[in-house]
Each structure stands twice: as C-alpha cells, then as structure tokens.
C-alpha cells in the first residue's frame, strides 16, 4: 500500500493485447474512448487553443482497481477520462464508504481548482483500464487565466454536479426506494 508521500500517477505501459498500446497519444482510440474536442471541458476552445491546453497535460493510463488518488490526499492534478471508467467514493467518519458516482470517458475527474479545496474529498479508483490526461495544478490554474473559456467550462462542470447532487438529495429526501431504484 502507498504511503501519503508526495506521488505523481505514474504511467503504465498495458500487457500486450490490453486496451491501447501508447500512453503517448492524447485521444484515446479505444471502445468508449472519447476524443479532447468532444470532452465539455475544453468545448468552445479553438483548435488552437485546445492543442495549446492539451500539450500542457501528460497522458496517465491506470490499471483496474488502481487508484487515481485518495481521500484527503493534497490536490496534484485535473484530470480528463480519455477512456475507461473511475469510481468516485467517499469514506465517512464511522468507515462506511459512499459512491459518489461514476465517470466515464469525457469527464474531469475530481477536483477542477485547488483553491476549492486543498485535498481531495473523495478517491477516484479506475475500474478498468483507463488513460486520462493529468495536469499540474499551477499549470491548469495558470491554463483557465490564459483562456478564459476553459475557467467557463470548469464552473459548467462544477454546476452541472451540483444540480446532480442537489438532485439526488432530493429524491433521497421524498421519493421511496423503489421509484427511485426504477429511475435507474
């Protein structure tokens, strides 16, 4: 088990035949694979722009299983799923573990600004072989002053997760178990 030092996602290289065989490419083009111009974060980039922001990202491929980062771990990186799938969870106080929701190919993944929070709140753990595009966090904070359309995007995202979990509150709050369970 990793330890709480200061660790940076390390690429893996996948077992002949696994999913893609570079890690240097930044659009995925495996099965449920999305490519950087349809991801909502950078949408409303010019192409230009949008290679200027992705080349200022490296590509990050997480085995299953493994995690992306932990609870309470410092904010390192944004993070793009190119492809894959991530679990986000969240370990209260008493041990139980809540799933937060699941992220698929096009999503940032975790925290989009350290100043909102220094540590992570959840743990994001790959489900299956996933790559992602991974920027330092002063590199990102310093990519939304540049182009103001991607700050845009970044408070999108984090609202478009706020009316979801607004949401879900909601129905946890007034609507029985199985209505809701049918709603899935």
């Known amino acids: 088990m990793r330890t709480n030092e200061a660790h940076r996602p390390s690429p893996r290289v996948p077992a002949a035949g696994v999913g893609p065989r570079k890690t240097t490419s930044h659009t995925a083009t495996s099965r449920g694979s999305i490519q950087v111009q349809e991801c909502l974060l950078l949408s409303g980039l010019s192409p ?5 922001v992705v080349s200022a990202a490296h590509p990050i491929q997480f085995l299953p299983r493994q995690k992306m980062f932990r609870q309470g771990e410092p904010v390192r990186y944004v993070l793009l799923l190119l492809s894959g799938c991530v679990k986000l969870t969240q370990i209260a106080s008493n ?3 809540v799933i ?7 999503d940032a993944i975790g925290t989009l600004n350290s ?3 220094d540590n ?6 790959a489900l299956q072989l996933s790559i992602a595009l991974a920027w330092d966090v002063s590199v990102f904070e310093a990519l939304t002053t540049r182009f103001p359309r ?3 995007n970044t408070v999108n995202i ?5 009316t979801d979990m607004e949401q879900r509150f909601r129905e946890i709050c ?3 178990v199985a209505p809701r369970l049918r709603k899935q």
Request: charged content about 30%.
């Open 174 to 176: 007034t609507e029985k």
């Open 158 to 162: 984090l609202h478009r997760r706020l």
């Open 95 to 97: 041990g139980s573990e």
């Open 100 to 106: 937060l929701r699941l992220g698929g190919a096009g």
């Open 150 to 152: 991607l700050r845009c």
């Open 48 to 52: 230009a722009d949008r290679a200027t």
């Open 115 to 117: 100043h909102l929070a």
């Open 120 to 125: 992570h709140r959840s743990t994001a753990e």
